[in-house]
């Protein structure tokens, strides 16, 4: 699976949007980016997750390069509750070349939401 | 939302006996669970995969009979760690891959403390 990178903290305002990077530049054309979050003492929660368009759901946007060199995650109004680890990994689909889909985190970022 | 369940959620054992940590997927099926250990202000580093109805995969360095995975169903993978000494001490979080969803999602992660 391709690494990525990622800045080890941000601060963001509350209430603003906060955007966060990820560079993935061995992606191969067949892996998705995977963005998740961690919160102090917690599990993962998983956020969203794209291919090559770009996704929005409840929770975020994902914005990927043409590329698909790297991706940003876009929180669009930052709340306290939003200071977590953001994780972005990228990970085959399943039955690809016999990949077993797993995740394999890195370092993050984390992310401090400033009131 | 898809949820994943751990039980217990935390739990303190004497050094030399075993423990066991339940994983369940609550509205899926999941033929493929996911089972990590995180130390603190560390990330997430993969144990092994649990494959219902086989041997788990264990990944380089982790000690199969010591950690040992049981995924007799297709909502329920099991972790037992064997003779438990003070160094097992972490936070253990498993993870169930939703293939409908091409996603995987997270337990809220078991505290074991061994004294």
């Known amino acids: 699976d391709a690494k990525t990178t990622q800045p080890p903290s941000m601060d963001c305002a509350e209430g603003r949007a906060a955007n966060l990077p990820c560079n993935h530049s061995?992606?191969?054309?067949?892996?998705?980016v995977y963005w998740y979050r961690q919160i102090h003492s917690q599990g993962p929660q998983y956020i969203i997750h794209?291919?090559?368009n770009n996704e929005t759901n409840e929770m975020a946007s994902l914005i990927i390069t043409e590329d698909r060199k790297s991706s940003t995650l876009i929180l669009p109004h930052a709340t306290l509750r939003d200071t977590a680890v953001y994780y972005c990994?990228?990970?085959?689909?399943?039955?690809?070349?016999?990949?077993?889909?797993?995740?394999?985190f890195g370092t993050g970022t984390l992310l401090a939401v400033q009131p | 939302g898809a949820v994943v369940s751990q039980h217990p959620s935390w739990v303190i054992c004497k050094s030399g006996t075993s423990v066991k940590i339940e994983c369940r997927s609550l509205?899926?099926?999941?033929?493929?669970m996911f089972w990590y250990r995180q130390f603190p202000k560390q990330s997430l580093m993969l144990m092994a995969t649990?494959?219902?109805?086989?041997?788990?995969?264990?990944e380089q360095g982790v000690e199969k009979d010591k950690f040992l995975i049981n995924h007799a169903s297709l909502t329920l993978s099991t972790l037992t760690v064997t003779s438990a000494h003070p160094e097992d001490s972490s936070f253990y979080i498993c993870?169930?891959?939703?293939?409908?969803?091409?996603?995987?999602?997270f337990g809220e992660g078991s505290w074991l403390t061994v004294v």
């Open positions: 990994i990228v990970r085959l689909p399943e039955g690809y070349g016999g990949a077993t889909n797993k995740l394999i």
């Open positions: 794209g291919l090559k």
């Open positions: 649990s494959n219902e109805g086989s041997k788990a995969t264990y």
């Open positions: 061995t992606i191969s054309g067949n892996e998705y």
């Open positions: 509205d899926f099926q999941a033929t493929t």
């Open positions: 993870s169930a891959r939703d293939a409908g969803r091409n996603t995987i999602y």
